[in-house]
């Protein structure tokens, strides 16, 4: 299809369009904003992850009389699209290292997305995320901007992960302090030198509580008011992917009611954390693809409770990132004490095996298994029955697993469940 | 038996996970009985004379290259003596340019160097990127191979003489061109092949650990051989990888 059809075809959507970019959570958040205004409108939306102008296309062609797009983008990908469909609003989660091989330094994606929302219309909203040092500032000089972020010290970690991005003043150089780290790098952080400093909120989650692998819940406080909202999402990331997903979703018009109850009933998008029943045991899904977003699964699970068997399955194809440096920036450690036995699988188990091996685990609890039919089978019949198996696959592992577990009746299709 | 090595700017430095570097010869060391002793070096921090007997230093983003380099630049005539008095050096991508004679960017400016390594960079435009396998020969012993990932953009050149750290047999290397990467002197070793690179190369890993020992017992130790039998089956796959999609031109 030529490119061009996809400005065409967007410009026919009576409610115009939103697009979503983020290193981390972009398809979470869509699926959260779906859920949200999903009921009242008829959406045209990229639902499965194809977030490139070809999977904008397709989405587009698919939903002919559709009112509102709402379309998650790959942040190479984002400065194109939103020139070419003209968003009515804009939501940017978060940069971090991803796939260096494929997307370069952050800084520059980072210059490209400032450019790009310097030339969307002048009506257009910027919902972004002020925890972001990268990012606060991206918004500033457009008049429709929501800025969001997490404001809880009880849910702040003591220090800035190993290899964090962007720790360094935007404008001065010096190394920032930090009243609270949340996620990488997002956090509430201002200059000693110079005294920029995150941006003040106009959307902030408060008062979390964060249970285990099962959810968690916050106060979502808006201009427009408060509300307890439940998450069954785990983790301190969903929360941040939630407040993107409410700040969108105000601004697209939905109200404090719809975003409560959208969230409320969100369910995990695809592989992203995902419960599949094996016979009486199950298996949980938990995506992994970059040093931020594995670090957070990580200490979800630690919080939930370390698990003794774990799968881990690498791959290296071009979606996956072919530089699989990166596992070595993943803060693994802390779930190497209590485990009894590894599973890694993938093109890359070996590479894995070894980041286990020197992040201390003993050889002997570490079984290598590449093919991934073969790492499930063996996974889930060590699992206890009634028990569960953990397992990190990155994204074509994620997709491959799925694949595995459909054709043997474990788990439905997206696309039914899309359509349920 | 104790090692002490010197880590340069890891909270700067540190892009392609150069924590799996160290982990690799803090664990090859204390599996031996050695005892490695991890200090980083950061910003207006001196290198004292004879303190450390191995060397570490990353890559990291343009702009972190930036805050260092003045730094580094000052702490030059002390890295070259500690290099010269026997110490070992490993430095990786962005490190190890800025170990060379000077870096000339698009405009043609020029970012001195602290001249450690007999080579200068050119920055190109395409970026030299994936697998690389390499053939080495050190002190004469039979040839060995290296198994990594390249990604940078610089185009390195060594002086005339100099030792690359050993040949391309695919990927890129140094310059896409001449068919070398890496670059060596002494006990200091220059290299794009970033991120695991010790992991599933531990023999060079073990020759480092054994060079900085030979400078603090003045004689090359026996180090005893360990089960590498997970690290050959990880670099069986990389060299695969780059036999069968390393870069080219």
Redesign the interface.
Known sequence: MDPGAVGKLARRLPLGSAVISATNGKTTTAAMVAAIVGDRVKLAHNRAGANLVSGVASALLASDRADLGLFEVDEGAFPDIAGRIRPQAVCLGNLF?DQ??RY????HIAERWRTAVAELDPAAWTVVNADDPLLADIARGRAEAVRFGIDDLSVARDRLP??ADS??CRTC?A?YDYAAAYVGHLGDYSCPRCREARPSLDVAARAIELSGLEGSSFDLVTPEGTRRVSLSLPGLYNVYNALAAASLSLVLGAGLDDVEAGLARFRAAFGRFERIAAGDRTVLLLLVKNPAGANEVVRTLVDAGAPVRLLVALN?AIADG????????VDFEPLVGPLQELVVSG??A??L???F???GLD?AK?A?LPDLAEALAYGVEGTLPGGELVVLPTYTAMLALRQIASEQGLVRPYWEEAVA | MKLVVGHLYP?YL????D??NI??LE?RSAWRGIDLDYRTIGLGEAVLPGEHDLFYVGGG????QA?IAPDLAAKGPALVEAVEAGAAFLAVCGGYQLLGRFYRDRSGAELPGIGLLPHHTVAGER?M???VLLECEFDGGAPRTLAG?E?HAGRTYLDEGAEPLGRVVSGFGNNGKDGFEGCRVAGAVGTYL???LL??NPWLADWLIARALTRRLGEPPELDPL?DE??A??K???AE?ARS?GGRF
């Open positions: 290292r260096l091989d370069g330094e952050l800084e190993h290899a720790k360094y150089g190394p290296d072919r530089d699989v440096s990166w596992i070595w920036d093109s890359r070996q590479e095996a070894l980041r091996k020197y992040g050889p570490i290598l | 909270e540190n892009i392609y996970a924590r799996g982990a690799v664990r983003q343009d702009r972190e805050l970026r990127i994936g697998d990932f990604n970033h991120g695991p992991p599933r089960g997970l690290e089956a990880a069986a796959v990389s990888r999609r």
